[in-house]
């Protein structure tokens, strides 16, 4: 399997995988990785850590995920619908998907009056680790924190609909 562009797997080397987020290639061996989390470590295989893994988004993604933080919200019409389509992005871990997630969310919370109880015990779950994830990603790329990569993101939304959403 040939090297997904950017992504040499090198120790030292910031990669996303999945629903994990942002990790750091630990070790490297000549046939697995191993990239640490937040508390995790795990071991791949190299051709499945290609497979499952990508560089941190770079100019053009965070382009992408502006624009869709500040377009406006995609209503599912069913609780399980949305349910489904929240849990493909999570895991797939896109930044755009992720995106996606915060802005439906957060307007859906601008709904219910900014009330963190408009949402459901799982969708604020949802709404949370997508945000996470999110401002993890871009503050990897940024070399920041990821409260300021929160704080971005809310100006995003903020600039989208002039109420900023309070994160529950």
Known sequence: MPDV???????????????????????RRPDSVVVEFDGLSVTLPLEQARA???PVAGEAELAAVKRALGSPASE??????????????????EIVGLAEIVRDYASRLMNGSGNPGSLSWTDRKAYRRARELLAAEIAAFHGSTPADADGWITAQLHAATSTPPDVP
Request: proline content about 2%.
């Open 76 to 93: 599912t019409q069913t609780w399980q619908a949305r349910q489904r389509a929240t849990q493909g992005k999570v895991v797939a871990g």
């Open 52 to 54: 499952a893994m990508r």
């Open 5 to 27: 562009p950017g992504l040499a797997l090198e120790v030292g080397d910031q990669v996303v995988y999945g629903s994990h987020g942002v990790g750091t290639v630990s070790k």
